[in-house]
């Protein structure tokens, strides 16, 4: 089965601070896509980042870059320098070659001010 | 960029009533497009596939005489929720699907609450 995994349901992380958040993934197929979408309280799903499987070289945008560890099927994403914005459900998603996104359980990230 | 609209953003039924909500892309064509569905505080449940002249593909568990969908032209998807019940309430979300050989992406709507009565 293809499953992902988000296994932090809250995380908090300090104003101007660094925070780390974990996916986990299963897949038997060698080439497919993960992505980290954002979920703010107005619900609209947002692209954060996407990171093409057969790319070894980690994506990162402005602010926002991913760990992916291929062998090991992690897919961490880090946010650096942490603004109140940034406060939102986050979501874990793989397309594993169906052409259907797989979501993790999402994970709930505050900011304190 | 690649924009997805839903109509209407809410909508109040009675039970026993049917529903429609639109899915739109509006800047693109997409022969793909899927529809979810999400309950208060978790993830987005993929309910169906929704493919440009040709039947819609349901998740196992999803009742495809309930959730009727129509997937009429390029740019336009449309879920019936028929015979309403309040068990049908909940955040309806629906994507566009852009792929090539190099790369894959969803393009999501704004989500449609509904709340049957």
């Known amino acids: 089965a293809q499953t992902v995994t988000q296994s932090q349901p809250e995380m908090s992380v300090q104003e101007a601070e660094t925070v780390t958040l974990s996916c986990t993934y299963d897949?038997?197929?060698?080439?497919?896509?993960l992505f980290w979408y954002k979920q703010p309280p107005s619900r609209q799903m947002i692209l954060v980042i996407r990171?093409?499987?057969?790319?070894?070289q980690n994506a990162t945008e402005n602010r926002f870059s991913v760990n992916f560890q291929k062998a090991a099927k992690s897919f961490s994403l880090k946010i650096s320098d942490s603004q109140l914005g940034d406060a939102a459900m986050y979501f874990c998603a793989c397309e594993f070659g169906n052409e259907k996104l797989t979501f993790g359980t999402g994970t709930r990230l505050t900011i304190i001010p | 960029g690649a924009v997805v609209s839903q109509h209407p953003s809410w909508v109040i039924c009675k039970s026993g009533t049917s529903v429609k909500i639109e899915c739109r892309s509006l800047?693109?064509?997409?022969?793909?497009m899927f529809w979810y569905r999400q309950f208060p505080k978790q993830s987005l449940m993929l309910m169906a596939t929704s493919n440009e002249g040709s039947k819609a593909t349901y998740e196992q568990g999803v009742e495809k005489d309930k959730f009727l969908i129509n997937h009429a032209s390029l740019t336009l998807s449309t879920l019936t929720v028929t015979s309403a019940h309040p068990e049908d309430s909940s955040f309806y979300i629906c994507?566009?699907?852009?792929?090539?050989?190099?790369?894959?992406?969803?393009?999501f709507g704004p989500g449609t609450r509904l709340t049957v009565t």
């Open positions: 800047d693109f064509q997409a022969t793909t």
């Open positions: 994507s566009a699907m852009v792929w090539d050989r190099a790369s894959y992406e969803q393009y």
């Open positions: 897949t038997s197929e060698s080439d497919y896509y």
């Open positions: 990171q093409e499987a057969y790319k070894q």
